[in-house]
C-alpha cells in the first residue's frame, strides 16, 4: 500500500475521534471542515509549536537520558493508515527511541486517554519507521511552562491505539453516525454543535 495516495488518518484526527466520534463523521463522511485556525487552543498550541523550535530545550532531553533528536519528523505507515509529525523523534543512552510531544495545556499529574493513544501511534509509527525499540514517550506540557511527563507503553496501549484507528475506518468507509461524546461539557466548544444531533 501506498502512502501517498491511500487513505490515511492524522493522530491528531485520532485525538478529535476520542474526545467525540462525530468529529469523525463530519470532517470524512461529510467534508465539512472544523476551522480549527479559529479556536484559540489551536491557534495557542501552534505558536508553542514554533517557538519551541526555537528556544533550547536541551536541559528536558539531558535529564531523560536523550544523546540525539531529530525535530518535526515526518512519519507514515501503510500497515498502521496513520501518517503525521512527530514534535521530537529522540534517541535515548540505552539505544532506544522515544516521541516527545508538546501539548499547550497544564500539566497534571496523569496522562490523559487522548494523549497516551497519539504518543502510543507515535511510538509504533517510530518502531516501524526505525526498526529501533520504544518503550517510553514524554509530553512536554508548555501551557504552565515546560514539565515532561513520561508514558511508559504497555502493549495494552499498542492495542488501544490500532483499534481506535480501526474504529475510525469503519466510520469513514461505512459513513455511519457514530454515538456523541460520553459527557455534554464536550459540545460546548464544539465547532459542530450546531448540526450535531
Do not use: W
Request: hydrophobic share 35%; proline share 4%.
Amino acid at each position: 500500500m501506498d502512502t501517498e495516495t491511500s487513505i490515511m488518518i492524522t493522530p491528531s484526527e485520532v485525538i478529535e475521534h476520542l474526545y467525540c466520534p462525530r468529529f469523525t463523521y463530519f470532517m470524512n463522511c461529510l467534508n465539512i471542515p472544523q476551522h480549527e485556525e479559529l479556536r484559540y487552543k489551536v491557534i495557542k498550541g501552534r505558536e508553542v509549536h514554533e517557538r519551541k523550535e526555537k528556544i533550547n530545550r536541551e536541559y528536558l532531553r539531558k535529564k531523560i537520558g536523550c544523546v540525539d533528536k531529530e525535530i518535526s519528523v515526518y512519519l507514515a505507515s501503510s500497515d498502521l493508515r496513520v501518517r503525521g509529525i512527530v514534535d521530537e523523534v529522540l534517541t535515548l543512552a540505552n539505544g532506544s527511541m522515544a516521541p516527545l510531544d508538546y501539548k499547550f495545556t497544564e500539566f497534571r499529574d496523569f496522562v490523559f486517554e487522548t494523549h497516551r493513544v497519539q504518543s502510543a501511534l507515535y511510538a509504533l509509527l517510530i518502531m516501524e519507521t526505525y526498526q529501533k525499540p520504544v518503550h517510553q514517550g514524554y509530553i512536554c506540557y508548555a501551557k504552565d511552562g515546560a514539565r515532561l511527563k513520561e508514558v511508559v507503553y504497555q502493549p495494552l496501549d499498542f492495542e488501544k491505539a490500532r483499534r481506535v484507528v480501526d474504529e475510525i475506518f469503519r466510520v469513514i468507509m461505512k459513513g455511519y453516525y457514530p454515538k456523541k461524546a460520553s459527557r455534554a461539557s464536550r459540545c460546548l466548544d464544539c465547532c459542530y454543535k450546531n448540526i450535531c444531533v
